[in-house]
């Protein structure tokens, strides 16, 4: 039974589509996020959202659109794909107590834009 | 602008004996600090922890030691086993809930 699960697992799109990734936890957290994982292996936050208010907007192009319909579910919508935005995506979550339990990631999405 | 920052990109050890891993920070407002191993096409597994007012957290073979004099944190494991053959990440937080990763450092355990 998976914490956290994300679908697609791959996504290979032409530039200019919109596509989306969504997201699910059930592990009863607070807090979910978007993670960015480029092309140098760097982890870097791109949204976070605590009981669907979002809470973290990074410097993130207006095409990416998060959307959290129940604090159990955030998705990624993105408009316009670009060459750039090849990478994996991670979704994750936590609890209140952050730093003893840790955050919960999902096993990714590579999108590759072609 | 890297705030974590993991110089070792990879570290190969006998099996049966001791990792150390490396990790800096610059950021003094950190009060969380965060180890995540990484095995390919999944995702980050949370591994151990440590707050800013601890010095050492251990949990089995992990250990985690913080120096916030010197920003600097390691973490141990002792022995080592071929399972342990992973990305490892250093992620560090502070209270607004963003973590902010190191570049990973790849643990090769030989037999």
């Known amino acids: 039974d998976t914490a956290v699960s994300q679908t697609p697992k791959y996504l290979v799109t032409q530039m200019g589509n919109d596509k989306s990734i969504k997201c699910e936890q059930n592990?009863?957290?607070?807090?979910m996020y978007w993670y960015k994982q480029d092309s140098k292996k760097f982890l870097k936050i791109m949204f976070s959202?605590?009981?669907?208010?979002?809470?973290i907007n990074e410097t993130v192009p207006n095409r990416f659109s998060p959307k959290s319909p129940d604090k159990a579910h955030l998705n990624l919508h993105i408009n316009s794909l670009e060459l750039g935005d090849s990478a994996v995506y991670f979704c994750?979550?936590?609890?209140?107590?952050?730093?003893?339990?840790?955050?919960?990631f999902g096993s990714g999405t590579r999108l590759t834009v072609v | 602008d890297q705030q974590v920052k993991q110089n070792s990109p990879s570290l190969s050890v006998q099996e049966g004996r001791i990792s150390i891993l490396n990790c800096d920070y610059t950021?003094?407002?950190?009060?969380?600090f965060l180890w995540y191993k990484k095995y390919p096409a999944e995702g980050p597994t949370f591994l151990i922890s440590?707050?800013?007012?601890?010095d050492k957290n251990e949990d089995g073979r992990f250990t985690v030691f913080l120096n916030k004099s010197a920003k600097h944190l390691s973490l141990h494991i002792v022995p080592s086993q071929p399972g342990d053959s992973a990305v490892y990440f250093c992620?560090?937080?502070?209270?607004?809930?963003?973590?902010?990763f190191g570049a990973g450092t790849t643990v090769t355990v030989r037999a």
């Open positions: 592990l009863g957290h607070d807090t």
């Open positions: 950021n003094s407002m950190f009060d969380y």
């Open positions: 992620a560090a937080s502070s209270n607004d809930y963003k973590l902010s």
């Open positions: 994750a979550s936590s609890p209140r107590d952050r730093g003893t339990y840790g955050y919960t």
């Open positions: 440590i707050s800013s007012i601890k």
């Open positions: 959202y605590n009981n669907k208010e979002l809470i």
